[in-house]
Each structure stands twice: as structure tokens, then as C-alpha cells.
């Protein structure tokens, strides 16, 4: 999954960033609300975490701004103690939910899976499940029938992405985008070496799913 942080103090940016990372999430960190509009307009976050009181533009703005574009991504507004009108005005403007700084990291950890819930079937919040196949976040494995298969981290990500939405087609693009970055060189040749990665490990447990190739448009999970 893909988060967006907007936080223009810098060392608590990126602290948030390291924990998140460090639990299996793509991070992007930006500093000001003028970066923060433009990453959220693009529209492959799974979760926004944003500052109210940033340079350029409020976290605020940058809600109403992407509300009003229908960019529905769930977002974690950062407040301060004494921000309460801001918090109940970020609430009207269409944020999902808030935390006072400062926070413990677990209570973040845990307001974002509550965000970030998915489609697929969820077993609990480090287990994703299709069809009897288990996706499990703590060993980093699939696990089908007893039989399990730890996946590297990128192989890890796409295949969360596969099971949180199955039976639809995955572009590429889309892939690239939330798993590597909009501004990445990742080429299509190396998403085609990871799928068939997956596909080899899939087979190794005979899992009841396949990763199905849409020619010249991208992947589903049948
Ligand atoms: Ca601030």
C-alpha cells in the first residue's frame, strides 16, 4: 500500500516515514502544501497523512481542493493540541480521521488499517485473504492449504495488490505507480519479471489462484 505524508517538520516526517516503511508500506514524504496538493491530485494513494499548518498550502486546502476533485483517498489529518476548530473543520471538510500530535506510533499504525481496510477478504489486520489463499504481512508469505511461500518485498507488494482487488484487471501503469512511484524508471519488462516470480511461487504451494495476464494491459487475480 501506498501512503502519502505531508508534514513539513522534517524530522518527524521522516520518522513517520522509516515506521511505516518498516511495516511493509510505500511511503512518499513531502514538506510543503504545494508538493502535498500536487502528490495527492495524482491519485494512487491508499491513505493521505496530513498536516494542517504546512508552507504554501494548508492541509486544509489541499482537502477541499482534492475533495472537490473527487479524489476519495482516506486522509489522516495531523493536528496540534490547540488546533480543535481546525480538527472539527477538517472533519466537515471531508477528512476520515484525526490524531493529536503527539501520537504513539501504535495508535497511527492502527488508525491507518482501519483507513486503509480493503475489499479483499480480511482475516485480521496483518492477514489478507481470496479464496482460501492467505496473504500474511508478518512473514511476508502466501500460504495456501498448510503449504507456505515467503515473497521478497516488492513481490510481497504486488501480490497485496492483486489480492485487495480481485478479479479486475490491473494495468501496468497502475502497478508501477503504486508500488514503485509516478516518477519511477521502472520499465514494464520488470513487473513481468516479478509477476512470473509470483506465478513460480504460486504454483510451489498449489494455490488456488492464478495471476492472469490482460495482453498489452496488465494483471488480475482469478
Ligand atoms: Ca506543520
Redesign the pocket.
Known amino acids: 500500500m501506498r501512503i502519502l505524508i505531508v508534514?513539513?517538520?522534517i524530522q518527524l516526517a521522516d520518522a513517520l516515514s522509516e515506521i511505516l516503511k518498516r511495516n511493509k508500506y510505500t511511503v512518499d514524504t513531502v514538506y510543503n502544501g504545494i508538493d502535498g496538493l500536487d502528490n495527492a491530485m495524482s491519485d494512487v494513494y491508499d491513505c493521505i497523512i496530513l498536516?494542517?499548518?504546512?508552507p504554501g498550502m494548508s492541509g486544509l486546502e489541499i482537502l477541499s481542493n482534492i475533495r472537490r476533485e473527487k479524489i476519495a483517498t482516506p486522509v489522516l489529518l495531523?493536528t496540534?493540541r490547540s488546533e480543535i476548530d481546525d480538527k472539527i473543520n477538517g472533519l466537515d471538510c471531508g477528512a476520515d480521521d484525526y490524531l493529536t500530535k503527539p501520537f504513539v506510533t501504535g495508535e497511527l499504525l492502527a488508525r491507518l488499517r482501519a483507513l486503509t481496510r480493503r475489499r479483499g477478504d480480511i482475516v485480521d489486520d496483518n492477514r489478507l485473504a481470496y479464496n482460501g489463499l492467505e496473504l500474511n504481512k508478518n512473514t511476508s508469505s502466501v500460504i495456501w492449504n498448510g503449504s507456505d511461500v515467503k515473497l521478497s518485498l516488492k513481490e510481497y507488494q504486488i501480490m497485496e495488490l492483486l489480492i485487495s482487488n480481485p478479479r479486475q484487471i490491473l494495468p501496468k501503469e497502475r502497478i508501477i505507480e503504486k508500488i514503485w512511484g509516478y516518477e519511477s524508471d521502472v520499465e514494464y519488462n520488470n513487473i513481468e519479471v516479478y509477476i512470473s516470480f509470483l506465478r513460480k511461487k504460486l504454483s510451489v504451494i498449489s494455490a488456488p489462484v492464478q495471476i492472469k495476464t490482460a495482453r498489452g494491459i496488465g494483471y488480475s487475480l482469478e
Request: no cysteine; hydrophobic share 55%.
Open positions: 508534514e513539513d517538520e498536516d494542517i499548518m504546512l495531523l496540534a
